[in-house]
């Protein structure tokens, strides 16, 4: 009964104010409609039901909605320093920006990064440094059983696919790649005109939903594959194990999103919800999944083959260098995704606590491939927040051999970091289907700046090993990268980690790798 007292004196207050305003002024329409419009809206705040806010505080109540709506903008141009945003700082998407557009990417006066603070990193310059090399060395990826090897670049597209990234974005990536010479891996929804028409080099991936290459009732079907392997253009072949933002969960593309397009490029019918589920069915044994590899690489006609992961259990890794060894045959390379990366929508939960960083799971990988005499056919490929030089190097310190950036390519084809990727409503057209938004993102524009910060990027880093006196990335070295312990205590990568010698866990196991190695299975994914 109060309420409804309250809502008829509000109403009523409203028609008197709108009456005097009438009375007062010869341009009364001024002041009545906006305290009529005010009296209806606090009428409607009180009555309904769904926000508490509203209910006591009507009208006003609305500021704080506004507030939380503007809150990540506020936070990003006006409250960040240039040096602590998240998940990429302003000094990080500066450089990214810069060196996409061609201009000079340097900063005066010094670092503004706290250095005694635990947890920085530096890498070690040398007194004799070394001369640049004026051509950036690349990676043959390809094993003993591989057939046609491919030489990849130092930094590439990483797996990004048409239906998270617009038509325009994967275009101005692919044509990006193209004039540079590097890789874009396709993400696994499919395998697209727009990765095919600007004629880049591509690393074919798929998933769990086996996108442009399954059967009627979501199978692998080796038919397709074959078919769409053999392309020119594909230059590897990747099996999606995990992702870093989402590590052992699927993902749902929803009906209204499946329109005749991307329905073609998946294959999946129209309009109908897509699930891509959180398990393979091509394998579900270590050794089953050693010998898929196998037959990717078969199948695309002897065409590098590998796989990518978050690494989790170090057990259940070694199970999978167990059946490499004794199946006779491995992939040609692995990409560690850190827990850190992605770039599609996750729950935060798994965002936040699911999967190792990228620097352990770098480590484990090549530390067990080394440990059981592997690291030599075998490359790895870096994926989780690469944006600058400085990570390239620091990436390669700690195992890999080159690395895949999905965030800064973005960075460099307009995103703005503002975190809207999975609602339809990116602002630079990056990451929306929406076509209005999508014509934003000019492809003749982004695609040349693609292929600078590419340039650029792998130029800075090659830079920063020459001032290490290296001149070729398999000279990088553990006591080459230090991190800060405490204000008066650092200690390099060799000193804080273990690393295996080659065959060590053939021969002899170290106690702290001794009881993973004895209970890996080859035959069990046993945790």
Known sequence: ??????????????????????????????????????????????????HSVLRNYPVLGHARFLMERLRPELQQYFVERNFDGRPFDRDVRSIVYERAKGTDAEEPFGTERDVYLPGYEFLVPSMAPSPVPKTPPRV?????????????????????????????????LNGGAAAGGFAQDTGEGGLSEYHLRPGGDLVWEIGTGYFGCRTRDGDFDPAQFAEKAAHDQVKCVSLKLSQGAKPGI??????????????????VPEGRTVLSPPYHRVFSTPRELVRFIARMRELSGGKPAGFKLCVGSRRQFLAVCKAMLEEGT??????????????????????DHMGAPLTEGLLTVHNALVGTGLRDRIKIGASGKV??????????????????????????VGCIQAQRCHTNTCPTGVTTQDPHRARALDVGDKTPRVQRF?????????????????????????????????????????????????????????????????HADPDRFTV
Request: glycine fraction near 8%; charged fraction near 20%.
């Open 250 to 267: 699927g993902g749902v593309l929803p009906g209204a999103k499946v329109n005749a397009e991307i329905a073609r490029v998946r294959g």
């Open 330 to 351: 491995a992939p040609d390379f692995i990409v560690v995704d850190g827990a850190e990366g992605g770039t599609g929508a996750a729950p935060l939960e798994f965002a």
């Open 387 to 412: 944006a600058t030089g400085t990570d390239l190097v620091k990436r390669m310190v700690q195992g890999a051999d080159y690395a895949n950036a999905a965030r800064a390519m973005m960075f460099a």
């Open 1 to 50: 009964m109060t309420r409804i007292v309250i809502v008829f004196l509000t109403l009523l207050a409203a028609v008197a104010s709108a009456a005097v305003a009438v009375a007062m002024s010869p341009y009364w329409w001024f002041a009545a409609v906006p305290l009529l419009f005010l009296g209806l809206l606090s009428a409607w705040d009180l009555a309904q039901r769904r």
């Open 140 to 172: 043959r990826i390809g094993g003993p059983d591989c057939e046609r090897p491919y030489d990849m670049a130092l930094l590439n597209v990483s797996a990004m696919s048409f239906g998270s990234l617009s038509a325009n974005a994967v275009l101005a």
């Open 454 to 518: 590419q340039e650029a990027t792998v130029a800075g880093a090659l830079q920063i090993m020459a001032s290490m006196g290296v001149t070729d990335p398999a000279q990088l070295r553990p006591h080459m990268l230090h991190r800060r312990i405490d204000p008066v205590t650092e200690r390099s990568y060799e000193e804080l980690y273990e690393w295996l010698e080659p065959g060590q866990l053939l021969a002899e196991p170290p106690e702290s790798w001794a009881a993973d190695w004895k």
